[in-house]
Nanobody, 122 residues
Framework: QVQLVESGGGLVQAGGSLRLSCAASGRTFSSYGMGWFRQAPGKEREFVAAISWSDGTYYADSVKGRFTISRDNAKNTVYLQMNSLKPEDTAVYYC????????????????WGQGTQVTVSS
């Protein structure tokens, strides 16, 4: 069982930056694929970024060049650095872990955090 706890959300003006963190329990964190997803009110869950156990990274087109995903296996933590934020980035951001996958398909993730709210004002 893996528990994921996100932090770092908040209110920021357009053009600003935030860094989200996701702390994971468990001793096999380094072998997991990790992903970030988001969901805005009235919208479906949307893939944001993912990182594989070997540090391969994948991004949604909407965030490419603005967001960076990274991981620190010594700290069992995955990060999402978000720069040049836009009002359309407003959503609840979720961290997810998979024992075998790192990509945009949310159905292939086994564990999910509770989410952290990101609000970008114009």
């Amino acid at each position: 069982q893996v528990q994921l706890v996100e932090s770092g959300g908040g209110l920021v003006q357009a053009g600003g930056s935030l860094r989200l963190s996701c702390a994971a329990s468990g001793r096999t964190f380094s072998s997991y694929g990790m992903g970030w997803f988001r969901q805005a009110p009235g919208k479906e869950r949307e893939f944001v970024a993912a990182i594989s156990w070997s540090d391969g990274t994948y991004y949604a087109d909407s965030v490419k060049g603005r967001f960076t995903i990274s991981r620190d296996n010594a700290k069992n933590t995955v990060y999402l650095q978000m720069n040049s934020l836009k009002p359309e980035d407003t959503a609840v951001y979720y961290c997810a872990a998979s024992t075998y996958y790192s990509g945009p398909d949310y159905r292939k993730y086994d564990y999910w955090g509770q989410g952290t709210q990101v609000t970008v004002s114009s």
